[in-house]
């Protein structure tokens, strides 16, 4: 019996020494948030969590949803979108969308977010400075339903403790070059976008907000649906299969949100301005699809018409004709414009990770 040597003695203390450490560490991913969490959110598909549902009637059907909720949800995606996981990421509900009139409880925030838009053109349904005024609305209102004494509204204090997340401009790209606008005209557009976004941010400055998450715009001449409208020559691609000149279209607009972002952090002294490169996150998913368990990133998953994109624009998802295929989670693309799930995770878990964020700071820092 050598059991009670003191070397196996000193061997098991450090197995416990060590077990007790692991237990103490916090989940990389868990939230430490000490106030309870408040987000806003602006911007487009890519973060509509119902907004075009629920403010036009417009109706997304299955097999939208199929794979998280197991209904549709107005979501363009077979799941969550990445801002879901962000929100789960802080322990906070789903972002109810602002028009949803029914059951929504706004006590965490809203988001504003609507399929389609754009910055330009303005004060059209449901361009960013729509948006932003859909927000002073429901500040105001939220101001008086506090007054007459409701409970669980926003009070200014929470209106200043919020994050503000914007991911906005992909549309303003996209259907600049869907109207036929040359390359250089697209370029010359970019400057009136980012004034718009600039905007948007001053006016929320201007009304309290203090804390920005604004994401960069992602490679769309990689989308199914663009390489199918495009039917680009071989000399249009770049060496991952996507359209060259929308992909630099999308990183020159990106390197103008960049510097935007450098000049508000100079001019708004007292605000924290984060700005998210999700180009990179996107394009790296892309290019090195088999490394996370993906085939064939250039095709939807739900669509018509097979490889090598699984899109027509008269058979689109959700609608008679068009398929879905078994396994969403091996697919990246949901229906030719939108990510599935399976993608949204992984890409939430990259933003998550700091490395794409410009200052580097944790999601959770405006609920300390
Ligand atoms: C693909 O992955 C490699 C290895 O991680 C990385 O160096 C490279 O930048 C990635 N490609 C793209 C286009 O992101
Ligand atoms: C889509 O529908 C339009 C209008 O009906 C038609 O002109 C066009 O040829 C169709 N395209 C495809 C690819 O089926």
New binding site residues.
Partial sequence: MQMDSPKSVSLILSYITIIISLLLLPHSTESLCTSKPIIFNFGDSNSDTGGLVAGLGYSVTSPYGRTFFGRSTGRLSDGRLIIDFLCQSVKSSFLPPYMESLGSKFSNGANFAVVGSSTLPKFVPFALNVQVMQFLHFKSRSNDLLASGSKAMINDDGFQRALYIIDIGQNDLADAFANKYSYARVIKRIPLVLAEIKNAIKTIHDNGGRKFWVHNTGPFGCLPQKLWLVQPSSRDLDS?GCISTYNSAAKVFNEGLRHLCTELRSELKDSTIVYVDIY?IK??LI??AS?YGFTSPLMACCGFGGPPFNYNINITCGHGGAQACNQGSRFINWDGTHFTEAANSIMASKILSQQYSTPRVPFDFFCH
Avoid: L
Wanted: proline fraction near 0%.
């Fill in positions: 991952h990179t394009y790296d290019a090195n490394k």
